[in-house]
Nanobody, 125 residues
Framework: QVQLVESGGGLVQAGASLRLSCAASGRTFSSYDMGWFRQAPGKEREFVAAIGWYIFYADSVKGRFTISRDNAKNTVYLQMNSLKPEDTAVYYC?????????????????????WGQGTQVTVSS
């Protein structure tokens, strides 16, 4: 069992930066592929980024967001730069016991086994 706790969300103006963190419990963190998803009001949960053997990004965040992990701290990060109002959403961290080798695999919500409670990111124009 893995528990995930996100932090770092907040209210910022367009163009600003935020860094989200996701702290994971358990001693096998390094064996999980980790992902970030987001969900805006009235919309489906959408993929943002994933890290494992490979790193994948959604086209909408490429060049602005960076995913990284520190296995010694059991933490995965999402550095978000040049934020836009359309980035406003609840951001979720997720862990998968499977290893992704394609972007399609990393984007699939059902492939993730554990989810955090989410952290709100609001970007004002």
């Amino acid at each position: 069992q893995v528990q995930l706790v996100e932090s770092g969300g907040g209210l910022v103006q367009a163009g600003a930066s935020l860094r989200l963190s996701c702290a994971a419990s358990g001693r096998t963190f390094s064996s999980y592929d980790m992902g970030w998803f987001r969900q805006a009001p009235g919309k489906e949960r959408e993929f943002v980024a994933a890290i494992g053997w490979y790193i994948f990004y959604a086209d909408s965040v490429k060049g602005r967001f960076t995913i990284s992990r520190d296995n010694a701290k059991n933490t995965v990060y999402l550095q978000m730069n040049s934020l836009k109002p359309e980035d406003t959403a609840v951001y979720y961290c997720a862990a998968s016991q499977g290893r992704f080798t394609t972007s399609a695999q990393s984007m699939a919500v059902p492939r993730y086994d554990y989810w955090g409670q989410g952290t709100q990111v609001t970007v004002s124009s």
